[in-house]
């Protein structure tokens, strides 16, 4: 989640999603890091390497969506 301006907001554990990535691999059941009741899809950071992470998106019907690549 971010505020306007990009930046990111801290959420506690409790306060987040706890949907779980469906697709089988190295990314399954990794938590959506997006709030508790939120609309839209699930979104949770996943590091594909040291200072390379993207974001695994999936539908709340468990479609898993295209990643989305970001550049720590």
Same mark, same amino acid.
């Given at each position: 989640?971010? !505020? $306007?301006?990009?930046?990111? +907001? !801290?959420?506690?554990?409790? !306060? +987040?999603?706890?949907?779980?990535?469906? %697709?089988?691999? $190295?990314?399954?059941?990794?938590?959506?890091?997006?709030?508790?009741?939120?609309?839209?899809?699930? #979104? !949770?950071?996943?590091?594909?390497?040291?200072?390379? #992470? #993207?974001?695994?998106?999936?539908?709340?019907?468990?479609? &898993? +969506? $295209?990643?989305?690549? &970001? %550049? #720590?």
């Amino acid at each position: 989640m971010t !505020a $306007p301006g990009g930046d990111f +907001l !801290a959420l506690s554990d409790d !306060a +987040l999603c706890s949907d779980s990535y469906p %697709q089988l691999g $190295p990314d399954f059941g990794l938590l959506c890091n997006e709030p508790l009741e939120h609309s839209g899809d699930h #979104r !949770a950071l996943a590091e594909i390497w040291p200072g390379k #992470r #993207r974001f695994v998106v999936w539908t709340v019907d468990g479609v &898993v +969506l $295209p990643s989305v690549e &970001v %550049q #720590r």
